[in-house]
């Protein structure tokens, strides 16, 4: 059974030979574990039979922008967090340029606003076929600062704390915003989904509806100003005969029968750490409509624990999730640096000797 099919199988609720396989790092972990086992990333892939594969997507072909500006206009500076392991990068945001923004024609204004003609999408259909020809499972997610989303994109555009005061006190620019967000996104799908010609197997969307212990908008909020959009996206990506995966931090329990109704077939991350997201509950209330993939704490087994610490925690996942398939494993987020590779073998290893079906 290769991939496809053993994937494919799990999103229909059924059970192949084992428990599908995601895996999920940072670029610093990626670049290590190439590293240490002296051959590509892919290969190390295909050394634990990673199921999943992430293309790249349409090439930028775009206006020239400045150094750390995305295609938003949103400027970010490098941080760069040194570790006993090794070492993180990230970026953070430095200037959203409609912070400033005092009304909907203001940000209508906006020259800022990209175009989906800056992008050459007739590379999509050959990485999808490079997958495809593997026999593995071809997922488009985009990258960090262009991932399909729309509340996301509002926080960077904006800041994060005027968008969600937006959202009560000043509605016309938080409708504006993100209805700019989805004009652009809802082309670029359509686009990327065209340029497949039927190869792409999932399109992972994302965007942060949760903190650690709630919602970070109230439920009114988010079927107000961005349930419409999120079925949207959803609807765009099944008019193709593609499965959807969508990407979310946080404490979102109480979101999810939402989430299912707009159509959903993936829920992604299930942070173990966070409230209501106990992976167990999560699956005997919306197993029989909802798919999962994640649930691997990164704040704790991942770099904290043992190698067995690891096997445990990958154990009880297990046991919980195969019943009627409907599961793909992963860690909740990126592996971080601060994690060993013992551990990381360890999880790729415990993925097979428990997520066996015999």
Same mark, same amino acid.
């Given at each position: 059974?290769?991939?496809?099919?053993?994937?494919?199988?799990?999103?229909?609720?059924?059970?192949?030979?084992?428990?599908?396989?995601?895996?999920? !790092?940072?670029?610093?972990?990626?670049?290590?574990?190439?590293?240490?086992?002296?051959?590509?990333?892919?290969a190390?892939?295909?050394?634990?039979?990673?199921?999943?594969? $992430?293309?790249?997507?349409?090439?930028?072909?775009?206006?020239?922008? =400045?150094?750390?500006?995305?295609?938003?206009?949103?400027?970010?500076?490098?941080?760069?967090?040194?570790?006993?392991?090794?070492?993180?990068?990230?970026?953070?945001?430095?200037?959203?340029?409609?912070?400033?923004?005092?009304?909907?024609?203001? %940000?209508?204004?906006?020259?800022?606003?990209? +175009?989906?003609?800056?992008?050459?999408?007739? @590379?999509?259909?050959a990485?999808?076929?490079a997958?495809?020809?593997?026999?593995? %499972?071809?997922?488009?997610?985009?990258?960090?600062?262009?991932?399909?989303?729309?509340l996301?994109?509002?926080?960077?555009?904006?800041?994060?704390?005027?968008?969600?005061?937006?959202?009560?006190v000043? =509605?016309?620019?938080?409708?504006?915003?993100?209805?700019?967000?989805?004009?652009? $996104?809802?082309?670029?799908?359509?686009?990327?989904?065209?340029? &497949?010609?039927?190869? *792409?197997d999932?399109?992972?969307t994302?965007?942060?509806?949760?903190g650690?212990?709630?919602?970070? %908008? +109230? *439920?009114?909020?988010?079927?107000?100003?961005?349930?419409?959009?999120?079925?949207?996206?959803?609807?765009?990506?099944?008019?193709?005969?593609?499965?959807?995966? /969508?990407?979310?931090?946080?404490? %979102?329990?109480?979101?999810?029968?939402?989430?299912?109704?707009?159509?959903?077939?993936?829920?992604? +991350?299930?942070? =173990?750490? &966070? &409230?209501?997201?106990?992976?167990?509950?999560?699956? !005997?209330?919306?197993?029989?409509?909802?798919?999962?993939?994640g649930?691997?704490?990164?704040?704790e !087994?991942?770099?904290?624990?043992? =190698?067995?610490? @690891?096997?445990?925690?990958?154990?009880?996942?297990?046991?919980? @999730?195969?019943?009627?398939?409907? $599961?793909?494993f992963?860690?909740? /987020?990126?592996?971080?640096?601060?994690?060993?590779?013992?551990?990381?073998?360890? *999880? *790729?290893?415990?993925?097979?000797? $428990?997520?066996?079906?015999?």
């Amino acid at each position: 059974m290769d991939s496809r099919e053993r994937t494919l199988l799990s999103l229909e609720h059924e059970t192949g030979d084992r428990i599908p396989i995601d895996f999920w !790092a940072s670029m610093s972990m990626k670049r290590r574990l190439a590293q240490e086992f002296e051959c590509s990333y892919d290969a190390f892939l295909d050394k634990y039979d990673v199921d999943l594969r $992430y293309i790249e997507g349409p090439a930028y072909i775009g206006p020239a922008r =400045p150094d750390k500006v995305d295609i938003w206009g949103v400027r970010r500076t490098a941080v760069v967090v040194s570790l006993d392991s090794g070492s993180e990068s990230y970026s953070e945001v430095d200037l959203s340029p409609l912070a400033d923004a005092d009304s909907a024609e203001a %940000v209508d204004s906006y020259p800022g606003w990209p +175009s989906p003609d800056w992008f050459d999408y007739s @590379v999509v259909e050959a990485q999808c076929e490079a997958v495809r020809n593997q026999g593995r %499972v071809a997922v488009f997610m985009g990258d960090r600062l262009n991932r399909i989303a729309q509340l996301k994109p509002a926080m960077y555009l904006r800041g994060m704390e005027h968008i969600l005061m937006d959202l009560h006190v000043n =509605p016309d620019i938080a409708r504006a915003i993100l209805g700019r967000v989805r004009k652009f $996104y809802t082309e670029y799908l359509d686009r990327i989904l065209d340029a &497949a010609k039927g190869k *792409l197997d999932i399109v992972l969307t994302g965007d942060d509806f949760g903190g650690q212990q709630s919602l970070l %908008v +109230s *439920l009114d909020t988010w079927r107000g100003f961005l349930g419409e959009g999120f079925k949207q996206y959803i609807d765009i990506i099944h008019s193709y005969g593609v499965k959807c995966m /969508h990407h979310t931090c946080g404490s %979102v329990r109480d979101l999810v029968p939402d989430l299912i109704d707009c159509g959903l077939d993936v829920l992604q +991350s299930l942070q =173990p750490e &966070a &409230a209501g997201m106990n992976l167990a509950e999560l699956k !005997a209330r919306f197993g029989k409509d909802l798919c999962f993939q994640g649930g691997i704490s990164i704040q704790e !087994a991942m770099p904290f624990g043992s =190698p067995q610490d @690891v096997r445990k925690a990958v154990e009880q996942v297990a046991d919980v @999730v195969k019943p009627d398939g409907g $599961y793909i494993f992963c860690t909740a /987020h990126n592996i971080q640096a601060d994690t060993s590779t013992e551990n990381v073998t360890a *999880l *790729l290893e415990a993925y097979h000797e $428990y997520g066996r079906y015999e």
